[in-house]
């Protein structure tokens, strides 16, 4: 007979710190939103311009995401029109020399012609 033991609960839904990051930063458009987001406060409009591709749909989701995760913040201001700033955290800023690593590395991939595998 095999017993396995069950891992206490911290809270934590992560065994892995790589998966942890992953789900806070990855996917196509939050690592663009907060590499915009690194120059300074924007308006959902002004992120909507600067990620033309995205949908305002998604890009609200992902903004709500980022501020769920505390990587921004959304500044709501009484004014009309409504207007709604968004900023990078104390946070959020940790991720950008990840980010700036990424960004190296993709160079390599838009500069060189050829194939992937010879890169290494």
């Not at 990855?26 to 992120?47: A, D, E, Q, T």
């Amino acid at each position: 007979m095999v017993t396995t033991q069950k891992k206490k609960s911290s809270g934590n839904p992560y065994n892995c710190p790589l998966t942890a990051a992953v789900d806070k930063i990855g996917g196509r458009w939050k690592p663009i939103i907060l590499f915009y987001l690194s120059n300074g406060n924007k308006r959902f409009g002004k992120l909507a311009a600067v990620v033309p591709m995205i949908s305002k749909k998604v890009l609200s989701q992902q903004l709500k995401e980022l501020a769920d995760d505390g990587l921004i913040v959304r500044k709501q201001f009484d004014e009309v029109p409504l207007r709604v700033e968004y900023s990078l955290t104390d946070f959020g800023k940790s991720v950008l020399p990840i980010l700036d690593k990424i960004c190296e590395w993709g160079k390599q991939l838009v500069d060189h012609d050829v194939p992937v595998q010879d890169l290494v």
